[in-house]
């Protein structure tokens, strides 16, 4: 918990700062991996109802998560169960990039539906723990416009990043 008056101005922008970078890497992940992935698993070959079980179950298992944990979380302990659940997220990516490039044909099912259900579980459980966290670093009348700014940006990045996915998609494939 922030103690007014303890972090000085500068700490406190050096912070807004970050959590709008962080707020960008957030966008990249949603543009590509998030956006991309039910057509990387058609390219890939999977049928109706392997698509169908990795489009639903990953997300069910992340609200789950987000409804049964961020409540158990002490407020001392919300930057560290945050950051257990960005590398979870992270190691998920990496684990989605690895199924689609790497994985053999009669793996790449379960690799993909564990790689985006640890994505979905560490993502949504995040959310929760990461306003908690940050909230006490501006006074409350000043927290929703910091947030209308970084959303802004998040949406823009988004965009960004969808762009971009489509257009190594049509670069790789040609489709």
Known sequence: ????????ESQRRKTLTMLVIEGCFYAFMVGTAETFALYFSIQRG???SQIAVISTLPILLGALGQWLVPCRVPGDKLKLAMQ???ALQIFALIGF???FNAAPPDYFYLSMLASLSLYWVGGLIA???????????LPQRRWGSFLAK?????????LLAYVGGAWLTYARTGA
């Open 150 to 158: 970084r959303n802004g940006i998040i949406a823009f990045m988004t």
């Open 84 to 86: 257990g659940c960005l």
């Open 127 to 137: 959310a929760p723990l990461w306003l908690d966290w940050t909230a006490p670093w």
């Open 46 to 48: 999977l049928d109706a």
């Open 97 to 99: 990039i690895l199924s």
């Open 1 to 8: 918990m922030i103690v007014p008056g303890a972090v000085t």
